[in-house]
């Protein structure tokens, strides 16, 4: 199928959703949602070591821009079937995806699964281990484009001299044909574990494997993380023979005042090779008149065996709702690399959700 044809069929789909398929549609026993939100800015965005940019419309200031299908039906004995279907677009081109390439169209999340008592069962495309902990621990949340964690974390950099900084987690934040449990929440805590599994093509069996835990208990919230990865993501691909096995380790919290919300979070990653990353991140959420200001700080320091590098990344916002649904905001950023020129970022732009 031509890339042509293949937007065409997406396209369509996307038409008969819309058409068919009312906001909260509902039968006796089962409901099927369109959801997801629009993200844009005109501004300039730059990291460390890339070529100057000029002032352009951007895509997911605050949060990459999605929408999706979900669906529910009670079963019986407090069981329910489920459905999610989430694709990453881009406000500024209409691209179907995010800003990296290969991205499948439901990139962000593709899973059928089984709710009950006991828990939450799904197959398919399922997030992945590190996607929730990195979100709650930063007041950006999972901000491509903004978050200092979530760029140190996921996002690699092309300097004028190659590349500046490849991503401190592997694997991506969704993993294709997975297998996710979720147990129910006990006591404020609730557990995730992640498989992935390798496909025919694949040798010697790669896969990757993960787990997460949450615990909330008032304005407090701690996080944590461990996975070890041996594939890339969303086409579950082998990582390649430089970077062939990474584990990483992650802990995140969260306090919120009410005047003044807190975060901080510590991440290791290790490689086979003698690769390692440490990454330390703070941040603060102020309520301002209707709005809210943001600041974050992460630091990175890498060690290559040959080499240590250092990474450092700022970003502020102000971010004022409108409505329930639409806010407008203003962000600024400052990112570092060793050995490589600073850069600053700046944008103004406003975000929907539906």
Same mark, same amino acid.
């Given at each position: ?56 419309? +951007?895509?997911? $200031?605050?949060?990459?821009?999605? /929408? =999706?299908? @979900? ?5 019986? *004995? %407090?069981?329910? #079937? ?105 006591? +404020?805590?609730? $557990?995730?574990?992640?498989?992935? /599994? =390798?496909? @025919? ?5 790669? *896969? %990757?494997?993960? #787990? ?143």
């Amino acid at each position: 199928m031509n890339m042509q044809h293949r937007n065409f069929t997406y396209a369509a789909l996307v038409v008969l959703c819309l058409i068919t398929v009312a906001p909260g549609a509902a039968h006796a026993d089962s409901t099927v949602t369109l959801h997801g939100l629009a993200d844009a800015f005109v501004g300039r965005m730059k990291s460390s070591g890339e070529a100057g940019r000029g002032t352009t419309v +951007g895509n997911g $200031g605050l949060t990459t821009s999605w /929408f =999706g299908l @979900s669906g529910r039906e009670k079963i019986g *004995n %407090n069981l329910t #079937a489920t459905f999610d279907l989430e694709s990453f677009f881009q406000v500024n081109t209409g691209k179907g995806s995010r800003s990296r390439p290969g991205d499948t169209f439901f990139s962000r999340q593709a899973t059928v699964g089984l709710k009950g008592d006991w828990g939450t069962i799904k197959l398919g495309r399922n997030h992945a281990p590190n996607f929730f902990p990195l979100v709650f621990s930063n007041p950006f949340g999972a901000s491509t484009t903004s978050s200092p964690l979530y760029v140190h974390a996921h996002m690699p950099t092309i300097g004028t001299r190659g590349p500046a900084w490849a991503n401190t987690i592997q694997g991506d934040a969704g993993w294709s044909n997975s297998l996710t449990y979720q147990t129910p929440r006990v006591g +404020g805590f609730t $557990g995730t574990i992640v498989y992935q /599994f =390798g496909t @025919s093509d694949q040798d010697n069996s790669k *896969n %990757n494997i993960g #787990a997460n835990v949450v615990y909330r208990s008032g304005p407090f919230l701690a996080t944590a993380f461990v996975q070890r990865v041996r594939l890339d993501n969303p086409n579950g691909l082998p990582l390649g023979p430089i970077l062939t096995e990474e584990t990483t380790w992650f802990g995140g919290m969260s306090y919120n005042f009410k005047w003044l919300k807190l975060y901080a979070s510590y991440q290791k990653s290790q490689h086979k090779t003698p690769l390692k990353d440490k990454t330390w991140q703070l941040g603060a959420s102020v309520p301002a008149g209707h709005g809210k200001f943001m600041l974050s700080w992460a630091h990175t320091d890498r060690d290559s065996g040959a080499a240590k590098f250092k990474r450092d990344t700022v970003s502020g916002a102000y971010d004022y709702p409108l409505s329930k649904r639409t806010d407008v905001y203003l962000l600024a950023m400052f990112d570092k690399v060793t050995n490589y020129s600073s850069a600053g970022s700046v944008g103004i732009g406003m975000r929907h959700r539906f």
